[in-house]
Protein backbone atom coordinates (compact mmCIF):
# COMPACT_ATOMS: atom_id res chain seq x y z
CA UNK A 1 0.00 0.00 0.00
CA UNK A 2 1.40 3.87 -0.87
CA UNK A 3 2.24 6.24 1.79
CA UNK A 4 0.28 9.13 2.16
CA UNK A 5 2.25 12.73 2.66
CA UNK A 6 0.71 15.31 4.08
CA UNK A 7 0.36 18.50 1.42
CA UNK A 8 0.61 21.96 2.47
CA UNK A 9 -0.23 24.46 -0.43
CA UNK A 10 2.66 26.29 -0.64
CA UNK A 11 2.74 27.22 -4.28
CA UNK A 12 -0.14 28.85 -5.90
CA UNK A 13 -2.77 27.56 -8.97
CA UNK A 14 -1.03 30.24 -10.97
CA UNK A 15 2.46 28.88 -10.41
CA UNK A 16 1.15 25.15 -11.32
CA UNK A 17 -0.39 26.48 -14.52
CA UNK A 18 3.15 28.29 -15.45
CA UNK A 19 5.00 25.14 -14.47
CA UNK A 20 2.48 22.66 -16.68
CA UNK A 21 2.50 25.42 -19.55
CA UNK A 22 6.25 25.87 -19.56
CA UNK A 23 7.72 23.00 -18.07
CA UNK A 24 9.51 24.66 -15.45
CA UNK A 25 8.77 27.14 -12.56
CA UNK A 26 11.40 29.51 -10.84
CA UNK A 27 10.82 30.08 -6.99
CA UNK A 28 12.56 33.47 -5.60
CA UNK A 29 13.68 33.23 -2.00
CA UNK A 30 12.62 29.73 -1.98
CA UNK A 31 15.56 28.66 0.49
CA UNK A 32 17.20 31.61 2.85
CA UNK A 33 20.71 33.02 2.45
CA UNK A 34 21.69 31.52 5.26
CA UNK A 35 20.24 28.04 4.44
CA UNK A 36 22.06 27.69 0.88
CA UNK A 37 25.24 29.13 2.95
CA UNK A 38 25.41 26.59 5.25
CA UNK A 39 24.96 24.14 2.55
CA UNK A 40 27.70 25.95 0.67
CA UNK A 41 30.11 26.29 3.08
CA UNK A 42 29.00 22.21 4.34
CA UNK A 43 29.75 21.34 0.55
CA UNK A 44 33.38 22.92 0.23
CA UNK A 45 34.67 22.04 3.59
CA UNK A 46 33.52 18.17 3.39
CA UNK A 47 36.08 16.21 1.73
CA UNK A 48 33.49 13.48 1.64
CA UNK A 49 31.83 15.16 -0.59
CA UNK A 50 35.15 16.04 -2.77
CA UNK A 51 36.14 12.52 -2.87
CA UNK A 52 33.37 11.42 -4.60
CA UNK A 53 32.80 13.67 -7.14
CA UNK A 54 32.89 12.54 -10.64
CA UNK A 55 34.07 14.70 -13.57
CA UNK A 56 32.71 14.31 -16.85
CA UNK A 57 34.30 15.99 -20.27
CA UNK A 58 32.41 18.00 -22.08
CA UNK A 59 32.18 18.21 -26.07
CA UNK A 60 35.42 20.80 -26.11
CA UNK A 61 37.18 18.47 -22.91
CA UNK A 62 36.07 21.20 -20.08
CA UNK A 63 35.21 18.64 -17.05
CA UNK A 64 32.02 19.78 -15.23
CA UNK A 65 32.08 18.08 -11.78
CA UNK A 66 29.43 16.32 -10.12
CA UNK A 67 28.33 14.21 -6.71
CA UNK A 68 25.49 12.31 -6.87
CA UNK A 69 23.66 10.11 -3.93
CA UNK A 70 20.53 8.57 -3.56
CA UNK A 71 19.52 8.36 0.03
CA UNK A 72 19.00 11.73 1.39
CA UNK A 73 20.29 11.27 5.51
CA UNK A 74 19.96 13.12 8.37
CA UNK A 75 22.50 15.69 7.11
CA UNK A 76 22.46 19.41 6.50
CA UNK A 77 22.10 18.35 2.23
CA UNK A 78 18.71 15.84 3.40
CA UNK A 79 17.52 17.75 5.51
CA UNK A 80 17.06 20.51 2.67
CA UNK A 81 15.99 17.90 0.19
CA UNK A 82 13.72 16.79 3.08
CA UNK A 83 12.08 19.86 3.95
CA UNK A 84 8.46 20.77 4.04
CA UNK A 85 8.49 23.35 1.83
CA UNK A 86 10.58 21.15 -0.83
CA UNK A 87 8.54 18.03 -0.26
CA UNK A 88 5.32 19.81 -0.51
CA UNK A 89 5.77 22.31 -3.35
CA UNK A 90 6.61 19.02 -5.37
CA UNK A 91 4.05 17.43 -4.33
CA UNK A 92 1.93 19.99 -5.73
CA UNK A 93 4.05 19.68 -8.92
CA UNK A 94 3.54 16.32 -9.83
CA UNK A 95 -0.52 16.78 -8.85
CA UNK A 96 -0.19 12.89 -8.36
CA UNK A 97 -2.04 11.14 -5.03
CA UNK A 98 1.12 8.83 -4.46
CA UNK A 99 3.47 9.92 -2.00
CA UNK A 100 6.63 11.70 -3.25
CA UNK A 101 9.84 9.66 -3.09
CA UNK A 102 13.48 11.24 -3.90
CA UNK A 103 15.32 9.57 -6.78
CA UNK A 104 18.77 11.46 -6.14
CA UNK A 105 20.74 14.28 -5.35
CA UNK A 106 23.62 16.08 -7.51
CA UNK A 107 25.76 18.76 -6.18
CA UNK A 108 26.68 20.45 -9.38
CA UNK A 109 30.13 22.07 -8.64
CA UNK A 110 30.92 24.54 -11.68
CA UNK A 111 34.25 26.10 -10.43
CA UNK A 112 35.46 29.88 -12.48
CA UNK A 113 37.26 29.08 -15.71
CA UNK A 114 37.53 25.79 -15.52
CA UNK A 115 33.82 24.35 -15.00
CA UNK A 116 32.37 22.40 -18.20
CA UNK A 117 29.07 22.24 -20.48
CA UNK A 118 26.66 20.40 -20.34
CA UNK A 119 25.19 19.48 -23.53
CA UNK A 120 21.24 19.80 -24.45
CA UNK A 121 19.37 17.05 -22.99
CA UNK A 122 15.89 16.14 -21.31
CA UNK A 123 16.47 14.05 -17.65
CA UNK A 124 14.13 11.78 -19.00
CA UNK A 125 16.72 10.84 -22.05
CA UNK A 126 19.03 9.36 -19.03
CA UNK A 127 15.87 7.99 -16.77
CA UNK A 128 14.51 6.46 -20.08
CA UNK A 129 16.95 3.75 -19.39
CA UNK A 130 16.56 2.94 -16.08
CA UNK A 131 12.72 2.19 -17.27
CA UNK A 132 10.91 4.39 -15.10
CA UNK A 133 6.66 4.33 -16.69
CA UNK A 134 5.60 8.18 -16.79
CA UNK A 135 7.83 10.89 -17.51
CA UNK A 136 5.28 13.31 -16.41
CA UNK A 137 5.44 11.59 -12.49
CA UNK A 138 9.47 13.11 -12.36
CA UNK A 139 10.63 15.97 -12.08
CA UNK A 140 14.42 18.03 -10.94
CA UNK A 141 14.44 20.67 -8.54
CA UNK A 142 17.43 23.33 -8.62
CA UNK A 143 18.49 25.02 -5.64
CA UNK A 144 21.24 27.22 -6.50
CA UNK A 145 23.78 27.85 -3.31
CA UNK A 146 25.45 30.53 -5.59
CA UNK A 147 24.41 32.90 -8.26
CA UNK A 148 23.73 32.05 -11.44
CA UNK A 149 23.84 34.01 -14.54
CA UNK A 150 24.85 34.31 -18.40
CA UNK A 151 28.49 35.08 -17.36
CA UNK A 152 29.17 31.53 -15.13
CA UNK A 153 27.19 29.31 -16.80
CA UNK A 154 23.32 29.27 -15.90
CA UNK A 155 20.94 26.67 -16.43
CA UNK A 156 18.71 27.63 -20.71
CA UNK A 157 15.43 25.94 -20.96
CA UNK A 158 13.36 25.79 -24.07
CA UNK A 159 10.26 27.01 -22.70
CA UNK A 160 7.33 24.26 -23.34
CA UNK A 161 9.48 21.73 -25.05
CA UNK A 162 8.64 19.26 -22.58
CA UNK A 163 5.06 18.81 -24.27
CA UNK A 164 7.30 16.98 -26.96
CA UNK A 165 7.72 14.03 -25.31
CA UNK A 166 10.91 12.05 -24.84
CA UNK A 167 13.36 13.08 -28.34
CA UNK A 168 16.30 10.28 -28.87
CA UNK A 169 19.42 10.82 -27.33
CA UNK A 170 23.30 9.45 -27.58
CA UNK A 171 26.80 10.43 -26.06
CA UNK A 172 28.32 14.00 -26.54
CA UNK A 173 32.11 13.78 -25.11
CA UNK A 174 31.04 11.79 -21.67
CA UNK A 175 27.47 13.64 -21.72
CA UNK A 176 24.30 12.51 -23.04
CA UNK A 177 23.20 14.53 -25.35
CA UNK A 178 19.61 15.32 -27.45
CA UNK A 179 19.47 14.80 -31.04
CA UNK A 180 20.60 17.70 -32.53
CA UNK A 181 18.50 18.21 -35.22
CA UNK A 182 15.31 18.41 -32.64
CA UNK A 183 16.63 20.76 -30.59
CA UNK A 184 17.52 23.18 -33.25
CA UNK A 185 13.67 23.12 -34.75
CA UNK A 186 12.59 23.57 -31.15
CA UNK A 187 14.83 26.49 -30.80
CA UNK A 188 13.42 27.65 -34.10
CA UNK A 189 9.51 26.98 -32.26
CA UNK A 190 10.22 27.80 -28.58
CA UNK A 191 11.53 30.72 -26.61
CA UNK A 192 14.67 30.04 -25.29
CA UNK A 193 15.17 30.95 -21.82
CA UNK A 194 18.12 31.80 -19.47
CA UNK A 195 17.27 30.84 -15.70
CA UNK A 196 19.27 33.37 -13.66
CA UNK A 197 19.38 33.03 -9.94
CA UNK A 198 20.45 34.13 -6.65
CA UNK A 199 21.18 32.15 -3.96
CA UNK A 200 18.31 30.39 -2.38
CA UNK A 201 16.26 30.62 -5.71
CA UNK A 202 14.73 27.27 -7.09
CA UNK A 203 13.96 25.91 -10.29
CA UNK A 204 11.68 23.03 -10.65
CA UNK A 205 11.68 21.68 -14.00
CA UNK A 206 9.62 18.50 -15.80
CA UNK A 207 11.90 15.72 -16.69
CA UNK A 208 11.39 16.21 -20.48
CA UNK A 209 11.93 19.85 -20.43
CA UNK A 210 14.89 20.84 -22.90
CA UNK A 211 17.72 22.22 -20.87
CA UNK A 212 21.45 23.12 -20.97
CA UNK A 213 24.48 25.25 -19.59
CA UNK A 214 27.69 26.87 -20.71
CA UNK A 215 30.59 26.37 -19.52
CA UNK A 216 31.85 28.68 -16.65
CA UNK A 217 33.96 31.13 -18.09
CA UNK A 218 33.83 33.75 -15.35
CA UNK A 219 35.85 34.27 -11.92
CA UNK A 220 32.92 33.22 -10.02
CA UNK A 221 31.65 29.73 -9.00
CA UNK A 222 28.01 28.22 -9.69
CA UNK A 223 27.30 25.41 -7.48
CA UNK A 224 23.66 24.19 -6.98
CA UNK A 225 21.84 21.61 -5.37
CA UNK A 226 19.62 19.66 -8.00
CA UNK A 227 17.47 16.54 -6.23
CA UNK A 228 14.94 14.55 -8.63
CA UNK A 229 11.84 13.50 -7.76
CA UNK A 230 9.11 10.41 -8.31
CA UNK A 231 6.11 9.49 -7.32
CA UNK A 232 5.43 6.58 -5.43
CA UNK A 233 3.40 5.28 -8.01
CA UNK A 234 5.84 5.33 -10.74
CA UNK A 235 7.81 2.20 -11.32
CA UNK A 236 11.38 2.20 -12.45
CA UNK A 237 11.61 -1.34 -13.77
CA UNK A 238 15.49 -1.33 -14.68
CA UNK A 239 16.86 0.70 -11.31
CA UNK A 240 18.95 -0.60 -9.19
CA UNK A 241 18.96 1.98 -5.96
CA UNK A 242 15.83 1.70 -3.87
CA UNK A 243 14.91 5.34 -2.34
CA UNK A 244 13.28 5.77 -5.88
CA UNK A 245 9.92 4.05 -4.19
CA UNK A 246 10.56 4.86 -1.00
CA UNK A 247 8.34 8.07 0.27
CA UNK A 248 10.21 11.15 1.90
CA UNK A 249 10.48 11.06 5.34
CA UNK A 250 9.65 14.49 5.59
CA UNK A 251 11.28 17.14 8.19
CA UNK A 252 10.69 20.28 9.79
CA UNK A 253 12.00 23.55 7.61
CA UNK A 254 13.52 24.50 10.46
CA UNK A 255 15.94 21.24 10.30
CA UNK A 256 18.18 23.19 7.90
CA UNK A 257 19.63 26.05 10.14
CA UNK A 258 19.25 23.64 13.21
CA UNK A 259 21.84 20.47 11.73
CA UNK A 260 25.33 20.50 13.36
CA UNK A 261 28.33 19.12 11.47
CA UNK A 262 28.09 15.27 11.05
CA UNK A 263 29.85 12.87 8.73
CA UNK A 264 28.76 12.31 5.09
CA UNK A 265 30.74 8.81 4.82
CA UNK A 266 27.80 6.50 4.92
CA UNK A 267 25.95 7.87 1.79
CA UNK A 268 24.90 6.07 -0.96
CA UNK A 269 27.48 7.98 -3.48
CA UNK A 270 27.06 6.97 -7.42
CA UNK A 271 30.62 5.60 -8.40
CA UNK A 272 31.28 7.11 -12.32
CA UNK A 273 32.14 3.72 -13.16
CA UNK A 274 28.66 2.33 -12.32
CA UNK A 275 26.38 5.17 -13.83
CA UNK A 276 23.99 3.45 -16.42
CA UNK A 277 23.93 6.55 -18.13
CA UNK A 278 27.67 6.04 -19.45
CA UNK A 279 27.08 2.60 -20.51
CA UNK A 280 25.92 2.17 -24.20
CA UNK A 281 24.44 -0.68 -24.58
CA UNK A 282 20.58 -0.10 -26.00
CA UNK A 283 21.39 3.27 -26.78
CA UNK A 284 20.02 4.62 -30.19
CA UNK A 285 23.10 4.41 -32.88
CA UNK A 286 22.00 7.30 -35.23
CA UNK A 287 21.44 10.34 -33.14
CA UNK A 288 23.08 13.00 -34.03
CA UNK A 289 24.99 15.00 -31.51
CA UNK A 290 27.27 17.01 -33.65
Known sequence: MEAQQS????????????????????????????ETGKLYSAAIENSTMQKNAMDLNDQTGKKTKLTLWFTPGDDVFGYLIRSERMVNSVHQLLGEDSAVCHFHTKLMQKEPRVGGAWEWHQDYGYWYKNQFMFPDQLMSVMVALTPANKENGCLQVIKGSH?????????????????????????????????????????????????????????????SLISCYNSQSNIAYSETSTSWKVPVDVVPDRAILGWQASSFEDADFLKKEDDPALKTTGWESAVSTK
Open 163 to 223: KMGRVNHGFAGEQVGADMEMVNHSLKTMELVYCELEAGDTLFFHSNLLHRSEANLSEHPRW
Open 7 to 34: VNLNLSIEQQEAYNRDGYLVVKGLFSQE
